[in-house]
């Protein structure tokens, strides 16, 4: 295709051009990872850690089979990020008083400290987003936002019910 093609100069690529909707979502959500990961640097996390360490803030000990479904991620990756936070000293992982075969995760003391970080990473996240969106706006755009994620339930596989909650929490 010449370059001169306005197929190439749209920020809209060609094969997309049917659901602009969702290439808008899929660009806000690169945006937003971008951001957050920018903002989560500074605190020595990386994307997607913070919420794991949110589910072990909210729940306390869990197991890493139950972290594993309650975040909808794969085991191989839940490892990698779970290996990446322990020698941050983070989390600890050790066996389950329970059953030993099981391995239990639970936040630190220096991982519990980051808490107020994260929680000022999402503020300050949420706060540069809606800039320029009144209350109303907002509420809309949260309300439409989860018609859209209930609409993509089924497609995603998911049974519409959010992964259940590590027991205990």
């Known amino acids: 295709m010449p370059a001169n093609d306005p197929a190439c100069t749209d920020t809209t690529p060609s094969a997309a051009r049917g659901g602009p909707v969702g290439i808008a979502l899929a660009r806000v959500a690169r945006m ?3 951001a957050a990961g920018r903002r989560l640097r500074e605190l020595d996390l990386y994307p997607g850690q913070e919420m794991m360490m949110m589910r072990l803030w909210d729940c306390g000990p869990v197991r890493q089979s139950e972290l594993i479904q ?4 794969d085991a191989s990756t ?3 990020m779970l290996q990446r936070l322990e020698q ?3 989390v600890r992982r050790g ?6 075969r099981a391995v239990l995760v639970e936040a630190t003391e220096e991982g519990r400290s980051l ?3 994260v929680e000022g990473v999402w503020s300050d996240l ?3 987003s809606l800039n320029g969106l009144d209350p109303a706006d907002r509420a809309e755009l949260a309300r439409l936002l989860g018609l859209v994620a209930d609409n993509l339930r089924a497609e995603a596989g998911e049974s ?4 259940p909650p590590p027991r205990g929490c």
């Open 70 to 73: 309650s975040l909808g991620l």
């Open 95 to 100: 066996p389950d008083p329970a059953d030993r």
């Open 126 to 128: 949420e706060k540069v």
């Open 115 to 117: 808490r107020a970080g």
């Open 88 to 90: 941050c000293g983070h």
């Open 32 to 34: 937003h990872r971008l």
């Open 160 to 163: 519409g019910d959010c992964p």
């Open 78 to 80: 839940v490892t990698k």
